[in-house]
């Protein structure tokens, strides 16, 4: 598929979802300490299923066909229910930094899915972004191969990227006919309901929490999860979900920055490094070139 010019909305939206999403690692490092990863992620939905449906208020409803609410079901399930559980989870045994480089193997999977499901193709430039930003995670991961993460971490994280990547195939589709806003709503209502299991285990931890952890779940609930996927999904609604999917690869070297600011901790040079190679992939990924048709063999592979 050739690729579309980025409008300015877009690239703020971009930008935004990208910086909340960084806030994001750093704010669950911070909280799990106090809430287990159930009761987080129940308690960051509610909040941003509120935040939503406030927002959503006067807007009109657009009812989703069978279809629709198949993928809707899909996307609120794995990337807001089990992805935020198995993030949470994965905060408990490796740190921020560590966990969002292994977590951005989704836009790989993201690319893959879309080229196949959705039809986008493989563009050249896509493809050779993503391994020159993938290169540049596993510097990152390199640098902090000493802090201590176990397997149990790895296997987590793997599965949150697995679903992340799913949700935003579901997600690309139901975006076509139904706004935005709708979609992210639906879904984070879907993801909060599933993961309301966790009731008690939220009541009980608000209760012996300190202030500080009650506070960093609400903002979890309104930055990165009521605005950041909001305007995730406003971006997604134009422009291909494998093109937009690398540009989250500017996710971990924002929160080794964060880590070093907020947790003052400072990055260890060849983390510089993997974040500098991270930027230069996703510059390529963006850059316009000649419109190139998908590769005969992945074209019919696609079809299929």
Not at 124 to 150: E, K, M, T
Not at 274 to 281: N, Y
């Amino acid at each position: 598929m050739p690729a579309r010019p980025v409008s300015l909305p877009v690239l703020a939206a971009v930008a935004v979802t990208v910086l909340a999403w960084a806030s994001a690692f750093i704010g669950i490092r911070a909280v799990g300490a106090d809430l287990s990863p159930g009761a987080l992620a129940l308690g960051r939905l509610l909040v941003g299923t509120a935040v939503l449906a406030l927002l959503s208020l006067g807007r009109g409803w657009v009812a989703p066909t069978r279809r629709e609410w198949g993928l809707l079901a899909v996307c609120g399930v794995g990337w807001f229910a089990v992805y935020n559980v198995a993030l949470n989870a994965a905060e408990r045994h490796l740190d921020a930094g560590t966990t969002a480089m292994l977590v951005n193997i989704g836009p790989i999977l993201i690319a893959v899915l879309a080229g196949v499901w959705l039809h986008e193709g493989f563009p050249r430039r896509l493809v050779a972004g993503l391994a020159v930003a993938f290169a540049g995670v596993l510097l990152i991961g390199a640098a902090g191969r000493g802090s201590g993460g176990d397997l149990v971490g790895v296997l987590l994280c793997l599965v949150a990227a697995v679903t992340y990547a799913v949700g935003v195939v579901a997600q690309k589709p139901v975006l076509r006919r139904l706004p935005p806003l709708q979609v992210t709503a639906t879904a984070c209502a879907i993801g909060a309901a599933c993961c309301l299991p966790w009731a008690g285990a939220l009541v009980s931890d608000l209760a012996a929490a300190p202030a500080s952890s009650v506070l960093g779940t609400v903002y979890l609930g309104v930055v990165p999860t009521a605005l950041a996927f909001s305007t995730w999904a406003y971006a997604l609604a134009r422009t291909e979900a494998g093109r937009l999917g690398v540009t989250t690869y500017l996710v971990p070297p924002l929160v080794v920055v964060l880590g070093w600011v907020l947790l003052d901790e400072v990055p260890p040079a060849l983390a510089v490094a993997g974040g500098a190679v991270c930027l230069a992939g996703v510059a390529l990924s963006r850059r316009r070139g000649p419109v190139r048709q998908p590769e005969p063999v992945l074209e019919a592979a696609a079809q299929r």
